[in-house]
């Protein structure tokens, strides 16, 4: 179970820096088949080891083993008790509803966006795929330049490698359930 939980997060971290395992086995000094054996769970890295690999990335050697010792295989979470993760200016509050959940391949977020809240002018790109539900309201979605809007219980998905941006429609609130993968990293 732990080579499994280290390796996911060392690979979901190298992607999300933009590396390759010869960029990282380059700036860790870890040789690129000890990077792919960790990655896919066929070894336990040593000490040592994983302080090199959390040093290419700044960060403490306890971001690889955290979630070994914390976190939960089932994640109940009852009307209004999720974690919230992202407030901006009173405009835009997340809350998930997977956090805490160990080694997840995947995140669950509500969304409540406030009259005239966008995600900005620029198109978002990323890794993964998201799927996102209207629960009430209206939204305006920009995917690689095509348009699409979303009236409650409406849903699109898409890859997020796609430039996309959104916007809220609705004179109110609008509410969205958000599904991405892989999980993004959110700071706890």
Same mark, same amino acid.
């Given at each position: 179970m732990v080579k499994k939980l280290i390796g996911k997060?060392?690979?979901?971290?190298?992607?999300?820096?933009?590396?390759?395992i010869q960029d990282l086995a380059s700036r860790s000094k870890v040789s690129s088949n000890m990077i792919s054996r960790i990655e896919r769970g066929l070894t336990v890295p040593s000490v040592e080891i994983l302080m090199k690999l959390a040093d290419a990335f700044g960060m403490s050697i306890n971001f690889f083993v @955290? @979630?070994?010792e914390k976190g939960s295989t089932i994640i109940h979470t009852k009307r209004g008790q999720g974690e919230p993760i992202f407030f901006f200016e009173d405009k835009h509050q997340i809350t998930s509803l997977t956090q805490g959940l160990r080694d997840p391949g995947f995140s669950v977020f509500y969304d409540t966006l406030e009259k005239d809240c966008c995600s900005g002018e620029g198109g978002m790109v990323h890794i993964g795929e998201e799927f996102a539900l209207v629960l009430k309201g209206e939204m305006e979605f920009v995917i690689e330049g095509s348009r699409f809007v979303l009236a409650e219980g409406d849903s699109?998905?898409?890859?997020?490698?796609?430039?996309h941006r959104w916007k809220n429609l609705y004179d109110g609130q609008t509410l969205?359930?958000?599904v991405v993968s892989p999980a993004p990293y959110v700071a706890q």
């Open positions: 997060k060392l690979k979901a971290t190298r992607l999300k820096n933009d590396m390759t @955290e @979630e070994a699109i998905t898409f890859k997020a490698t796609m430039p969205v359930l958000w």
